[in-house]
């Protein structure tokens, strides 16, 4: 790799692990929330859905996991108090899930955390740097999207093709 390219590798990798590191500590000092990072995450999917609620389908798809992990990890909420499923109005077979009074208060405080996040990020950005780095993190987003979605293989370096 080309030095800027080994730079900016490192600040991704350092960059998603400290994302991680400071959501788990929020975690571990609140004696207010039994859930982990991926319940958090969950109950963000549910927050953002339509009248703030979603069906299991659409859970699984937004956060590109198998129905059944889906549905173990609503029960595990629902069990926790964090959220509810209803039947829907129109067609009983359809199945709702949205946040519970306990589960929007711990989605507020998680999105704030987002929020501030971002707007650190960009306070004394110029409109043209912002623009830059949404660009660059929407591309970063595509390859991930891709190589997860499809099972593509990482591309070979031109040098073990035989390419120069």
């Known amino acids: 790799m080309k030095p800027f390219e080994e730079q900016l590798n490192e600040v991704i990798v350092d960059t998603y692990r400290s994302i991680l590191r400071v959501e788990e500590n929020i975690l571990k000092r609140s004696d207010q929330t039994d859930l982990s990072i991926s319940e958090i995450h969950m109950l963000e999917a549910v927050g953002k859905g339509k009248d703030r609620r979603r069906t299991i389908s659409e859970l699984a798809e937004v956060l590109n996991i198998t129905l059944p992990s889906v549905t173990v990890a609503i029960n595990k909420l629902m069990k926790k108090g964090y959220v509810e499923k209803v039947r829907g109005e129109e067609d009983g077979r359809i199945v709702y899930v949205s946040l519970t009074r306990q589960g929007r208060r711990i989605d507020s405080a998680h999105r704030y955390f987002h929020e501030s996040m971002v707007r650190s990020i960009i306070r004394d950005m110029t ?31 031109r040098k073990r093709q035989g390419q120069t």
Do not use: W
Request: glycine letters at 4%; charged letters at 30%.
């Open 127 to 157: 409109e043209s740097e912002m623009q830059a780095l949404y660009k660059g993190v929407m591309k970063l987003d595509a390859f991930l999207k891709e190589l997860a979605c499809c099972h593509r293989r990482l591309p070979t370096s």
